[in-house]
């Protein structure tokens, strides 16, 4: 990449940063994952969807989803500031990247097996539950007040120019913040860990859906 840039010279630098896709990420939890410097990954495995998604679930049918759910309840961000609620329990998809976060639920724990293959799936580098490693700074906990508000509500009450938090950008439509050239996706209506980050493209590391460069990311929904 780095020869290329060089030889393209100033072409390269007016191109968008090449997509780069699930197979050279930290979310390539199959067997190649070890091919591209993952710690976590599969033993045998060797597809990389079906620890998310597969094709004919019986599990959540929202995205086909294949991993085990957690049940864990989770502590969440409150401050005297804050204008949206407080969420009484995870939605959308915070749940979906809780299940494996949280570190209550093995990664390789799948709701219906690979073609050939077992559940759970067999996992290096994960702790002896099959759980996220706990030296790893992904492994979030079930305590969330440390991090950036979830599962809530983008403008407390509903989307409306008389009931408005002023700190805050806008809507585009319900579900879309737009500033410039970064649009990022609420889930009806609520910011969820998918808001930020798409678990597919490590693109913008980690997994984020925009660079956050002069933490332009944030300055897309606060107004600071
Ligand atoms: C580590 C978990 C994970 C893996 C692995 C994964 N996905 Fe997903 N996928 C998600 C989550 C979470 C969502 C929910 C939407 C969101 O927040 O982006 C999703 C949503 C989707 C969607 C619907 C929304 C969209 O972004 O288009 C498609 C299609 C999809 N995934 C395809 C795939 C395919 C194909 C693979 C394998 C090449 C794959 N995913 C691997 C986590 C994963
Ligand atoms: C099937 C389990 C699983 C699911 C579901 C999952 N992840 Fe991950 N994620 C992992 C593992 C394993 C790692 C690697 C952790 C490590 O090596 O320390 C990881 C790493 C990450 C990282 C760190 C990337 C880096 O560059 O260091 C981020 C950010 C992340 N995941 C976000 C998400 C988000 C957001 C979702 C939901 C949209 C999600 N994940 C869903 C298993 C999962
Ligand atoms: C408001 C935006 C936003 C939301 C919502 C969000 N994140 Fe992040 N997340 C970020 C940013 C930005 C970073 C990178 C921080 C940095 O600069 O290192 C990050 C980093 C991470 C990391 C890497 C942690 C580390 O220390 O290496 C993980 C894992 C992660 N997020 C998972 C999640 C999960 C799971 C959710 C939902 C429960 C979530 N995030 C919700 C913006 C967000
Ligand atoms: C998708 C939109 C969105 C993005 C992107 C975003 N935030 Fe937020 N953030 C919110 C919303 C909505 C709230 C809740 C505001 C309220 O209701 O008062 C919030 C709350 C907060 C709070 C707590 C405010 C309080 O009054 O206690 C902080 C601090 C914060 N965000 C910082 C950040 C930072 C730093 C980033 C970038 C890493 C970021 N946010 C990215 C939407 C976003």
Redesign the pocket.
């Known amino acids: 990449m780095k020869r290329v840039a060089l030889a393209l010279g100033v072409m390269v630098w007016a191109m968008p940063l090449a997509a780069q896709?699930?197979?050279n990420s930290p979310?390539?939890?199959s067997t190649s994952g070890q091919t591209v410097g993952n710690t976590v990954y599969a033993s045998t495995e060797t597809q990389?969807?079906?620890?998310?998604?597969f094709p004919h679930s019986t599990g959540n049918p929202t995205?086909l989803?294949n991993?085990a759910a957690t049940t864990a309840s989770y502590t969440f961000y409150t401050s005297s500031t804050m204008n949206a609620a407080t969420p009484t329990a995870l939605s959308?998809?915070s749940l979906?990247?809780m299940s494996?976060h949280d570190g209550t639920v093995a990664i390789g724990d799948v709701v219906l097996p690979p073609e050939g293959g077992t559940d759970p799936i067999a996992m290096v580098g994960v702790e002896a539950d099959g759980s996220m490693p706990l030296t790893s700074p992904a492994r979030l906990g079930t305590d969330l007040s440390d991090d950036h508000p979830i599962s809530i509500q983008y403008e407390d009450g509903l989307f409306s120019s008389t009931n408005e938090d002023l700190g805050l950008r806008d809507r585009s439509d319900t579900n879309t913040v737009t500033n410039g050239t970064i649009t990022l996706h609420l889930?009806g209506e609520k910011v969820?860990?998918?808001t930020c980050?798409?678990?597919?493209d490590n693109t913008n590391a980690p997994f984020l859906e925009a660079s956050n460069t002069g933490s332009q990311l944030c300055l897309t929904c606060h107004l600071k």
């Open positions: 896709n699930i197979s979310h390539n939890l990389i969807c079906v620890f998310c998604h995205y989803w991993h959308g998809s979906y990247c494996c889930e969820q860990c998918g980050h798409n678990p597919h």
